[in-house]
Every structure is written in C-alpha cells, then in structure tokens.
C-alpha cells in the first residue's frame, strides 16, 4: 500500500469516526484524555496491520491506547435534498 493510499483510507476512517463520536456522545466520553486512537478496519486487513505498526511507533510512554474495531463501512450517501440544478450558457 502506497503511502497516499495509506493516508487516504485513514482520512476517510478519522472522518467517519469523528462524525461518530458526535452522533454518540457516549462513546467519546469512554476515551481516556490523551489516548492514542488507533482505528482497525476488519476489512482491510493490510491497512489495520499498518494502523498497529504506526500506533506502536507514536506512543508516548504511559499514553492509553483504544483500539476501535471497525467492521465496515457503510457506502456513502448524499444528504442533499432536492438539489435545483442551472446552467448559464457562456
């Protein structure tokens, strides 16, 4: 896996778990201050592999460490609601 690639599903995985937590409050509140999240995909095998790999890289010392399993992701959806679409001619 190219590094782009590697930091483009982590962006895609950071931005999905952020919304997330600000759908469920809850959860966000089980993370310990200055834990080091690090997100496993179940089906990216590859890419939770490398997620492990840089986390033990990170750490500081005495930092926790929450381990978010993440079994898929559910295909995007636009949250438009009936878009009006006009084109000006040149």
């Excluded at 930091?7 to 895609?12: H, R």
């Amino acid at each position: 896996m190219s590094e782009q690639e590697f930091f483009g599903k982590n962006l895609v995985l950071t931005t999905e778990f952020d919304r997330y937590l600000l759908e469920h409050p809850e959860v966000a509140e089980q993370i310990p201050l200055n834990a080091q999240i690090v997100l496993l995909p179940d089906d990216d095998p590859e890419l939770s592999q490398k997620n492990r790999e840089e986390a033990a890289a990170q750490r500081e010392p005495g930092q926790p460490v929450v381990y978010v399993h993440i079994q898929q992701l559910a295909p995007a959806v636009s949250r438009l609601v009936n878009p009006q679409i006009s084109v000006e001619a040149a």
